[in-house]
């Protein structure tokens, strides 16, 4: 594993990515409704605020120094609004209703791929078009959120 001051952008953002699908697992295995519930607002929370930052440091880097980085940057901007779409329909409704379980699975399945794409296509097109250091600083500014 890579020192704190080592770690960039993509690095920070991939741990993070880790996090949240741990936290989706979690969700997926857990029977008791009531923890379950509980540890999907976790989730929720926890996908909402790697969303800010993905917005706040991701796709700004991304505009500037990839190639197509504007049209890039829209596509995952307009995921984002779809997952918040549905993580707010989520919020509405009993666990009980039977829309809520197709739900869960569609949004994670949504987020799935979205942190796919990313780190298959958006991560390393952006580590060949930006240099370490202005990475490293996004990272440590970034991890610091």
Not at 74 to 92: P, S, V
Request: with cysteine; aromatic share 4%.
């Amino acid at each position: 594993m890579k020192e704190d001051d080592e770690r960039d952008l993509v690095d920070v953002l991939t741990a993070e990515h880790r996090a949240v699908e741990r936290l989706f697992a979690d969700v997926e295995t857990t029977s008791d409704r009531r923890l379950r519930r509980k540890t999907l607002a976790a989730a929720l929370a926890e996908l909402r605020r790697h969303s800010a930052m993905e917005e706040r440091f991701l796709y700004p880097a991304t505009r500037e120094h990839v190639p197509s980085g504007e049209v890039l940057a829209a596509h995952e901007l307009r995921e984002h609004a779809e997952a918040d779409a549905k993580m707010r329909r989520l919020a509405r409704l009993d666990d009980s209703d039977p829309e809520y379980d197709p739900l869960v699975s569609s949004l994670f399945t949504d987020i799935r791929d979205h942190v796919t794409e990313e780190e298959t296509e958006l991560f390393p097109r952006l580590r060949a078009a930006c240099d370490r250091e202005t990475l490293r600083r996004l990272g440590s500014d970034a991890a610091g959120t």
